[in-house]
Structure formats: structure tokens, C-alpha cells
């Protein structure tokens, strides 16, 4: 054990006299079903041209077409997710066949994921666009090195350090995100993609599916490898580098306006029908401030280090959710203490398809079917070698883009 009791909790726990029995239930930040329109309900909120977003009943399409100014329809988190905290997003959508268009040798992208209301401008290729983490689906191919093929990948902008703007993305370039063999994402076909971050790990991971099962996004894998490195077909793996951060307080459809690089015009036209939209956290264990699914040593650091603040959550220590980080809290973190116990993966942990609305429901069949298949395969997440916090896999997650635009 690592940790240092702080003087200060030292005297807390003998002032502590009241065992505290609060829960931490695992409310879902955002639950979008579109059963009213998002836009005049006041639920989300547009930035650019609202006419891009068009609600029906049980759905919205968002018109993509990269030479059109950036718009991005917005859904408040209600907390500032970073890198620290494990988080799942979930998305039912179908990318339709009319007027879809993916430009030969250029490379624009369809996005969904969070970003961060402040730090995230809309120039995403002129690089003011920070904080992002979700999915990007590259259908033309472009003509990068080794890539001449469509793409899908989890996806992180960290936080600008000062870096350039294509230092700040993580992507698995390569392989792994390359869908040589797999072909395209269907049209006219719901798709189900689930994204799950795991703070412990610091691995971001998208799962597709769809009905009738798991996608196969990812056969041939990084380095040539089946499934990749999860040996899953249906995932693609993203290993964030420890230096990376980031903050995150909207769930976003953002528009990107990408110019081409070989002319004028649009690099990718769709529009996509959005059934359902998700941010969970995973069930949260009382005394986990970091959700990495144990209470040990790194919670009871943060709670010390929020020690006596207000306005505080989960994240940073306030584990009986009165906003204030006191001894009340460390009890509960004493009462949880057990460094052993983990959450299993996040696609285990969602809720029970009855608590969920109906496309959900559907997505959660496809889900859990999709965790039957690669079971033959599929490594333990904390188990797999080489994979440790203390001496983490080495492998590539970033890299340039030859000027090419992202
Ligand atoms: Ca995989
Ligand atoms: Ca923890
Ligand atoms: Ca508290």
C-alpha cells in the first residue's frame, strides 16, 4: 500500500463517530430517445445551423457534409468527465444510402462522442477543437500510408499542452482501425456502438454490433493479428499514453467542416438516423472516486486531497453526494475498502434492458450476444499480458497523419 494517512485523516477518523450507509447509485448522465424533439424540448442545445437536425418521433437525423461551416448538437453531461473516471457511451444509429457520398483519397470523418463546451471551437482542422473522445468513422479512402482503406476508431483530442494539433490525437492508426477486409459499415443497417473507458487501464475501447450480432470492425487487427489485440472482432482497442488528459462536459453530434484536400467540395455527405444516445457511468462501488471498480489506496489520495472542500462529487472524493468532502466520506470509503474487488467490463455492467428504453433494449440483445461469441478469445482486460500500470504494453496509438486532415 502506497498510500500515506495525511494528519488530517488521522484526526477525522477519530472524530468519525456515525458509520455512514450511503449508496452510490449509477445514474445515467444522458438518456436520449428522441421521443420528443431534443432541439424545442430544451434537452440539447445547437451550436451552428439547427437546420442540420431533424427530430421525428423516436429519432433524429444529423445531415454530416464536411464543406459545410461546423454545427454540433449538445447534451449537457452534468459533470466534467476526465481521464480518471470510467465512462460508457452508447449510440443506435443508421448511416442512410441516400445522397451519401465518401470522396476517393480524402479523408473526412463521421463523429460522436464528448467534448468539453469550452475548449472545443469549431475549427477541428485548424486546431482549436480540444477535448474530444468518441467515435470517428472515416468511410472515403484515403490515400495514407498504409491505410488506403476506410476507417473506424475510438478516438481522444486531449487537452491542448502545448503540443501540436495532431500531437493531441489518439487514434489506433493502422490496422487496428483500418477496415481492410471488413469493408465499409453497412447502410441502411441500425448499428449499436458502444464505447468504454476504462480510467484503470486508461483504454477506450468501441464495440459494434448490430441485431443480428457483433460486427466484425476488426478481423485481420493490429499487426495483423485476429480481433487485434483483445482477439474480439466486433472491438477496436485505443491505449491512451500516460500523458494524456482530458475534460469532457457535452455529449456531442458534431458536424465538422473538413476542407478537402484536393479541392473544393464535400469529402463526406450522410445523413444519419439516430435512434437512441447513452453516457453512463459504470455501477459505481461507494468509496470508488476514480471508478476504476476498486476502493483503495488512489481513492482514499483523492479524498485527501479534496479533504474539506464543497461543491465536490464522486470523482473527487464526496462519496455520500452532499457536495462536501468531510469524514462522513471517509468512513464510507473505509467501509468499501477493498483494493481486491473490481468491476467486471462495462459492457457487463449496463443496466438491466427493463430499466432501459425499448431501442436500447435491442441494442442490449445485441450487445449480449456480441459478448458471447468472442468469449473463446477474448483475454481478461486485467489480466492480459504486458498489460499492467506499472509497465504498460508498448504500442503505437498516435502518430502523424502525413498533413492530412482528421
Ligand atoms: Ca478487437
Ligand atoms: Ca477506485
Ligand atoms: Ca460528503
New binding site residues.
Partial sequence: MKYHRTAAARVVALLVVMSCAATVGAAPLVVETFDVDPIASGRAQVVGSASRFTSQPGGLTAHYDTALATSELLWPLGRTLDQNTSFTIEAAFTIRSANFFAKVNDFAQISLGLLNSKTTGTSRTGGNAYDFVGLDYFPSSATVPSWNVPALGPVVIQSHNGTSYFGRIAFPFGA?SGLKHEGPLPLETQLFAQLSYDASLRTLTLAMSTANGPLDV?ST?DLGDF???????????LDLPLDVSFAVDRLALPLWNVPAVGGSGSVVIADVLFDSLRVDLPALIPGDANGDGRVDGADYTIWADHFLLTNQSIATGDFTGDGRVDGADYTVWADHYNPGKALATAASELPSASSVPEPSALWLAALGAGLALPLATRRIPHSRPGKTRGGRRQRSTRGPLGGRSA
Fill in positions: 487496428e476488426n487487427g480481433g487485434g489485440y483483445d482477439g474480439d472482432i466486433s472491438t477496436i482497442e
